[in-house]
């Protein structure tokens, strides 16, 4: 998971482009990146670290022109700790393009050695954003085919590149001398929108980051849709795909983005409340509310959800949990060890709202579980009698393959483990997960024009249709690599603590 923007204006877009980064930072901490444009010529720096570290004065002084490109990097593909592997990327022909990818590609191997035996274009990292990127130079070269750049060139060469790659994909590329290209899977697993403001056009991951940079929000990219923003601002849209569906992956909605975006024409933070509404009924089938003294999330994106299940259920919600919001992530963490303290550095507990009570907890989502079961005990030694916990996500039970580093199946807590094993494991007292069927229900009643979601890491359903057990292993040894010792800050995923990825 990574957030992406793109502009095109008629004033400097350096300190915009930094701006929509800082509003997608939670999609990603790794690395940042900004690349623009000025008289034909690529200005870029990126490097590891959060955006506010990344770019100093120098460094926007350095980013001159009215177009480009910026990117916030989760890796999931490639080596987490490589500089080289921070986006965007560049390759010189034809024309000059630089690029940014949101996603990931199921066929990454496949393709770079067709790039390498037929295209005869050469790939110098393990990343498969740098794959896409020759694909798309590749296609882009045999449609133009040394004449003048035109729209239609541009939509025949995405439609070239929808039927080579397959994955998932969110991507903005800018072409030298011509403009910002953006376009979508077919299957619109990864989120894109695109806004605008006086004479300026806006292509970004979420909504948040138009309407923070004040640009009025216009529309999401559809699924197998190519924009294309000439430097002149004019806007050309085509659908590329043979067939394209909307499918957006929902962990989305449960837990990625954040809760003041809209992404495919639903409210993040009306699907959580939903998903609190559904939640509610599976406790009252698990657990009277008489047994229930008060209703606590754990921070940050689980709060909508608790609030609404504590509402329904006639019982009072409380904050028990406060958040260090300066302490590396939790989710990726090197080592189990590591992890455990980190939760504990993370996480503090306001001791007077468990002492002596039954405490339902809610979390967004449980994916190992080790953060569940800590903060299961750090209740518990709060004066708890009992804890209950409620996940607003189904259990997840299988790798995510679109672009979320989900661990591998073994270190899924709920990989073939019925509900009472993995109660046991966390130690609470009751555990409460939301159903598959009614999480699609949920969210899916926000927008009727959904064909359906990826749900995979739930419900094991690759929408795409070409993952095999032995493509899972494979991707899975193309995780993320580098140095385990490393601190713990070294690799930082997900925007909050608790369940998710």
Do not use: W
């Not at 449980?366 to 009698?385: H, L």
């Not at 607003?392 to 073939?416: C, F, K, Q, W």
């Not at 598959?436 to 979601?453: D, H, Y």
């Amino acid at each position: 998971m990574c957030g992406i923007v793109g502009v095109v204006s008629n004033a400097p877009v350096n300190q915009l482009i930094y701006d929509a980064l800082l509003l997608l930072q939670h999609r990603g901490q790794d690395a940042a990146g900004i690349v623009t444009q000025q008289e034909r010529k690529f200005f870029m720096h990126k490097a590891k670290g959060m955006v506010r570290d990344v770019f100093r004065t120098r460094n926007m002084r350095s980013l001159p022109g009215n177009c480009g490109l910026g990117q916030v990097r989760y890796p999931t593909a490639g080596n987490a700790y490589s500089e080289e592997e921070a986006q965007p990327f560049y390759v010189n022909a034809p024309f000059g393009i630089v690029l940014v990818h949101n996603g990931n590609l199921t066929n990454a191997q496949a393709l770079k050695t067709e790039l390498f035996n037929t295209d005869h274009r050469h790939i110098n990292t393990e990343s498969d954003s740098e794959v896409l990127l020759n694909v798309l130079a590749h296609e882009l070269e045999r449609t133009t085919r040394g004449l003048p750049l035109q729209p239609g060139d541009v939509f025949a060469a995405v439609r070239n590149v929808h039927r080579r790659v397959r994955g998932s994909y969110a991507v903005i590329a800018l072409i030298a001398g011509h403009g910002v290209l953006a376009f979508r899977d077919p299957f619109g697993i990864r989120p894109l929108c695109m806004g605008h403001a006086e004479s300026t056009v806006m292509l970004a991951s979420e909504s948040v980051a138009l309407e923070g940079t004040g640009h009025l929000f216009e529309r999401d990219i559809d699924p197998g849709e190519a924009v294309f923003v000439d430097l002149e601002g004019k806007v050309h849209d085509q659908q590329c795909a043979d067939s394209p569906s909307l499918n957006p992956c929902i962990f989305e909605f449960v837990y990625l983005a954040r809760p003041d975006s809209v992404m495919d024409r639903i409210s993040v933070y009306q699907a959580r409340l939903n998903l609190g509404e559904t939640l509610a009924k599976r406790v009252i089938s698990t657990v009277p509310p008489s047994e229930i003294d008060v209703v606590i999330p754990i921070p940050e994106s689980s709060r909508p959800s608790a609030a609404q299940l504590a509402q329904l259920l006639g019982l009072p919600y409380r904050e028990g949990f406060v958040k260090n919001r300066y302490v590396g992530r939790t989710f990726i963490m090197p080592g189990q060890s590591v992890r455990k303290k980190s939760v504990r550095q993370k996480l503090n507990v306001i001791a007077s709202e468990f002492k002596g009570r039954n405490v339902l907890l809610v979390d967004d989502s449980i994916v190992r579980g080790t953060t569940s079961k800590e903060i299961v005990q750090m209740a518990r030694d709060a004066g708890a009698r009992k804890v209950y916990l409620a996940s607003a996500a189904p259990p997840v039970r299988y790798p995510n393959v679109y672009g979320i580093d989900m661990p591998t199946s073994d270190e899924l807590v709920a990989h073939n483990r019925t509900v009472e094993e993995i109660r046991a494991i966390i130690g609470c007292d009751a555990l409460i997960y939301q159903d598959v069927e009614g999480m699609k229900r949920a969210i899916g009643a926000l927008n009727s024009k959904l064909t359906g979601f990826d749900a995979s890491c739930f419900d094991g359903v690759y929408v795409t249709g070409d993952i095999t057990a032995a493509d899972i292993e494979r991707l899975n040894r193309s995780r993320v690599g580098g140095d385990e010792t490393e601190g713990e800050g070294s690799r930082l995923a997900l925007p909050n603590p608790g369940g998710g990825a």
